[in-house]
């Protein structure tokens, strides 16, 4: 529809008139709006005639003014499309509107460094609040900056979010340079940072070989766990929980008091997954292999899990009970695989290679299960890392001894070199990654794109059939997916 400005000043009195000889041009809207005739004659036969004490009193005024705002209420939730009444809230104008929330979920929700995120191109009314509040609560403000041409740095939003981010508070359109900015985009980025770690337990029995979590186990009372979860959905509205724990699964533990305590691991996870259908908050975590019985299965995906990662190690029999001591054998991943397979809940089937003590058959008997798997389930996810020896673990102290013809293996001595040898800078890693993971690859290489990666996943599908996988170009393959996720993101954003 076309706008007819002659028509709309028509509506506003104060545009009528002269000012310095001239009609009155007036832009100083967002500060204080002139009034059209039809709010000055409703507010004047509120003041005239129906003025009273909006939901707090029952005398006849009382009552019509109370439908009259209510009535408002509902023409202003049309208009903008809000789901219910109750989300429209009067206030004096938008400084009044920010500070009562800085006032009401900031007073509660916003703790000691936690953080506001905010940014350069905002009015005073969205600065001075949450300065404010950050001075009361010793919170951090962070600040979202602009470019030169005035542009919002988006694509630097989510490393300013983290998990103690409690408030984004940004403009749709810039008062100070008039930008309308991508607020959908921008919430977007907010509530898909919506995700919460948590802990239902903290250690593990298990003490597998390569593993540095000792910990005697002690899991948490189920009505903690659900009066922790409520509060923090209360205060961040998260949607989805990473559970945090090595394996939420275990059963038995010993209490303070030296008591042995055992539970059914099943009816635990029910009850979790009760907490999360209330919370309506999908949630991920760590298992082993021979928990995944299909009552437990069945449990978890009924709760709202969607993802776990299974960590089975090796394919060879030998490698898990002589050199991990995982306490599984390969029996158990396949049973595992069964159980999942078709349950909805996505599952990352971790490997790892060249232990100490591992041969080139162990490798190839761990590759064989892989296959398997993804036969027996296609929507399985699989990754193979070469192993790294960190310390704290029986397994470093293996490779650093040599032990089993493991390669001389001197430990880094700064950070950066640790830093240089993570598990992904592998071919096998990569061999397997391109192989399997090609819904990822056509994610990230969409349209023309995709004639860049092919080649490498061409190549990653022949090493892998042919179990070649000493040689791969690795850091050509980690360079250009940097530098394609880089252009996804510029591109994003523009
Ligand atoms: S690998 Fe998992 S099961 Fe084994 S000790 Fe570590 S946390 Fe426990």
Known sequence: MKLNITTLRNDFPALHRQVYGKPLVYLDSAATAQKPQAVIDAIDEMNAGINGNVHRAVHYLAIQATERYEQARETIRRFINAQKTQEIIFTAGTTAAINLVAFSFGERFVKKGDEIVIT???????????????????????VLPVDDSGRLQIERLPELLTERTRIVAVTQASNVLGIVYPIREIIQIAHSKGEMQYITSIGCPYGCRFCAVSMPFQ??????????????????????????????AHFAYTAESGKNIRFDAVTRMR????????????????MRCPDLTPDMVDAMAHGKCTHMELGCESGSERVLRDIVRKGHGVEAIRQAVKSVKGSGISTMYSFLAFMPGETMQDIIETMDLIDWIVDADPLARVSIYQFTPYPGTPLYQDAVSGKHGYPPFSPPKTMMEWGRMRLMASPIYWIAGLNFRLDNSRKNFPGDDWRLIEPYIKQAQIQWRNREILDFPVEEVEQLISAQLAKRQKNRCV
């Not at 309506?280 to 975590?285: G, K, L, N, Y």
């Open 219 to 248: 899991p948490r009372p189920m009505q903690r766990i659900d009066n922790e979860l409520s509060q923090l959905h209360e205060a961040t509205g998260f949607t989805e929980v990473s559970f945090a724990d090595p394996n939420i």
């Open 271 to 286: 009850a979790l997954g009760a907490v999360m259908r209330k919370l309506d908050a999908s949630w991920e975590c760590n």
């Open 120 to 142: 350069e191109a905002e009015h005073h009314s969205n600065i001075v609040p949450w300065q404010l509040l950050c001075e009361r609560k010793e919170a951090k403000l962070k």
